[in-house]
């Protein structure tokens, strides 16, 4: 069974920073892109930032300069290292991964993958 699992999020003052972590278990042939999104209540899901295999990156305007991605593709892991955060930073944040796991049982539409989700709260 493939798993994604998030961890490090929590509560944390303005201008404060935060570390997510998000770690693919299972059965795994590739991972291709992966990515981090964010939800809050009533509104739709946005993606945060997003990191290729290759290491190309992206990120949204509302976090560029703060935040930053990145993966460790031996450890089948992506971190998110989010510096100067802010009160609408808020959100549950979910990582999501594209790949290919080793067996077909494991297989989901479009290889989209995603884990439960992390709390983050900025205080002001």
């Known amino acids: 069974q493939v798993n994604l699992v998030e961890s490090g999020g929590g509560l944390v003052q303005a201008g404060g920073s935060l570390r997510l972590s998000c770690a693919v278990s299972g059965s795994i042939l590739r991972i291709n892109r992966m990515g981090w999104y964010r939800q809050t209540p009533g509104k739709e899901r946005e993606p945060v930032a997003n990191i290729t295999s290759g290491g190309d990156t992206h990120y949204a305007s509302s976090v560029k300069g703060r935040f930053a991605i990145s993966r460790d593709s031996a450890e089948n892991a992506m971190y998110l290292q989010m510096n100067s955060l802010k009160p609408e930073d808020t959100a549950l944040y979910s990582c999501?991964?594209?790949?290919?796991?080793?067996?077909?049982?494991?297989?989901?539409?479009?290889?989209?993958?995603w884990g439960p989700g992390t709390q983050v709260t900025v205080a002001e």
């Open positions: 999501n991964a594209d790949l290919i796991p080793k067996y077909y049982r494991d297989y989901v539409p479009h290889n989209d993958y």
